[in-house]
């Protein structure tokens, strides 16, 4: 939670970066850095895309793959584990999405927009997070909880959304290609090969084909993190028993000088190697992966994507359907959505309110998930490319995510603190 509030700084300070340069003297700079064309590979086999392309398909499925390994871990061991716990964050995240996608689709039925429903029906984690941390005890871990198991399964459904409406055309060849590689994954995962490298070249075969296949390249990263094996080699109690035998010799070797001798230094191999037997490939990933993501790739995109040309046009941008349908969709679907579906869950006994938590911060929450941004921003570009309606899009995506960060915080911040232990 740390790493994501401090991520929701900086990806505050490269959206402003990105809107000052964007509708500055050097606005054209802006533009020609992204569309550079850069070409990876060798001889005759490259792969040659503008830099924008780069970050929105190569480094956002690094994003996905980290979204996929939370997934992953939250359905084994954490809040979606069981069905009872996860009801309340499924059902307020299906409130949602649907009456944020229900109300963009009022603003922009049968016109250019259309295709933009799946915008407001995101939430960006870090921003959400962050605005959390800012209130301290005002927010109860329970809260933070419930807000990040409700972004998880936000992140769910906007990858089926991707998946399943954001896709071009089909290439059967690459998509055959894709399924070998995701075979070999799931062959690796049953044959209890656990290196990282293994997993890490494979899934780059997968992200090519899906790259050529005409589903958006992004959920190869989903799709390998679910082949990532999540299940460590020794429990708990053996790896205690381990380390207490392997520190015993390591004391019992100690020769008195401050240099480690050969039998110390086997047993701080094997200790070593107790470590990494103990945590599962998915945690160790996940752990690896999660900052960098947090501070570099989330920053970069922002700053890629985030660059809304105001200009002369800002009128027409403020009336636009597409701006109106993401700001209203975010500002006003989803706190409604998500309140809404919480409150039938409970007076219907489908989930129970956690404990400590009041409907006043229910209802700051459900603010907060109108922080769409990131998934949001992504979900833009697949829906309008470079076509008109994007800027509009963009410029309702910012405005949406501020108004719901400044309400969610107003309304938090005059609940009463959570008293301490």
Not at 115 to 134: K, N, Q
């Amino acid at each position: 939670m740390r790493q994501e509030a401090s991520s929701g700084v900086l990806l505050l300070a490269c959206t402003v970066a990105a809107l000052v340069w964007a509708n500055s003297p050097w606005a054209d700079a802006y533009s020609r850095l992204w569309q550079t064309r850069l070409t990876v590979g060798y001889g005759d086999v490259t792969l040659a895309k503008p830099l924008l392309l780069w970050i929105n398909d190569g480094l956002m499925a690094i994003f996905f793959f980290v979204v996929g390994l939370e997934i992953k871990r939250e359905v084994l061991v954490g809040e979606l584990a069981s069905l009872r716990r996860a009801a309340l964050p499924i059902v307020a995240a299906i409130g949602g999405m649907a009456v944020p996608a229900l109300i963009y689709a009022a603003f922009n039925a049968g016109g250019a927009g259309a295709p933009g429903w799946g915008i407001p029906m995101a939430t960006d984690i870090a921003f959400a997070l962050g605005v959390l941390a800012l209130l301290g005890k005002r927010a109860p871990v329970a809260l933070r909880v419930f807000l990040a198991a409700l972004a998880i399964v936000d992140d769910i459904g906007a990858v089926l959304v991707i998946a399943l409406f954001y896709t071009a055309e089909i290439a059967a060849p690459s998509l055959a290609v894709a399924a070998v590689f995701l075979l070999l994954l799931a062959a690796a995962n049953r044959l209890g090969i656990r290196h990282p490298l293994v997993y890490g070249l494979l899934g780059i075969g997968l992200w090519v084909a899906f790259l050529k296949s005409g589903v958006h390249a992004t959920i190869a990263g989903v799709l390998l993190a679910i082949t990532i094996p999540s299940r460590a080699r020794i429990d708990s109690l053996e790896f205690a028993r381990h380390s207490r035998a392997i520190l015993e010799e390591f004391e019992a070797a100690r020769a008195g000088s401050q240099e480690t001798n050969e039998t110390q230094q086997a047993a701080l191999q094997a200790l070593e190697a107790t470590v990494q037997h103990a945590e599962a490939p998915l945690q160790r990933m996940e752990h690896a992966l999660h900052p960098w993501v947090a501070f570099l790739i989330m920053p970069v995109f922002a700053l890629a994507n985030a660059g809304v040309t105001l200009g002369d046009g800002l009128s027409s941008v403020l009336v636009h359907p597409v701006s109106l349908g993401v700001l209203t969709g975010l500002v006003i679907g989803k706190q409604m959505g998500v309140t809404a579906f919480v409150w039938l869950a409970v007076k219907t006994e489908l989930a129970d309110l956690p404990a400590g938590i009041t409907w006043r911060q229910i209802y700051g929450a459900s603010w907060l998930a109108g922080i769409g941004f990131t998934m949001s921003l992504f979900i833009a570009g697949l829906s309008f490319g470079d076509a008109p309606p994007l800027a509009a899009a963009k410029f309702g995506i910012l405005a949406a995510s501020l108004i719901a960060g400044i309400a969610g915080w107003a309304i938090l911040r005059t609940a009463p603190p959570e008293p301490s232990a």
